[in-house]
Nanobody, 120 residues
Framework: QVQLVESGGGLVQAGGSLRLSCVASGIIFRLDRMGWYRQAPGKQRELVAL???????NYSDSVKGRFTASRDNAKNMVYLQMNSLKPEDTAVYYC??????????????WGQGTQVTVSS
């Protein structure tokens, strides 16, 4: 199993910045994609940014130009630098990782989530 632990959430004013971190532990052999999702109250969980093992990053249109995701494979960590935050960025942010198994199944892992609240 893989354990993911996020940190760095909090309360910030609109226009401010936060940096989220996530560390993976456990059986982390050959993790493939790592990244971030978020879920606002009453809404479905949505992709924020996802980084492949090769370093390709896919961002949600709503965060492009404001958020920067990065990954440190040596430390088994993934980060999300969030700038120019808006009240609509308020959500629980979840770290995500997956692994493609030898039989073609993709195992997905989630962190417990960290709250980000942006005040207007």
């Amino acid at each position: 199993q893989v354990q993911l632990v996020e940190s760095g959430g909090g309360l910030v004013q609109a226009g401010g910045s936060l940096r989220l971190s996530c560390v993976a532990s456990g059986i982390i052999f050959r993790l493939d994609r790592m990244g971030w999702y978020r879920q606002a109250p009453g809404k479905q969980r949505e992709l924020v940014a996802l980084i492949t093992s090769g370093g390709t990053i896919n961002y949600s249109d709503s965060v492009k130009g404001r958020f920067t995701a990065s990954r440190d494979n040596a430390k088994n960590m993934v980060y999300l630098q969030m700038n120019s935050l808006k009240p609509e960025d308020t959500a629980v942010y979840y770290c995500n990782a997956d692994r493609l198994t030898a039989i073609g199944r993709r195992d997905v892992y989630w962190g417990q989530g960290t709250q980000v609240t942006v005040s207007s």
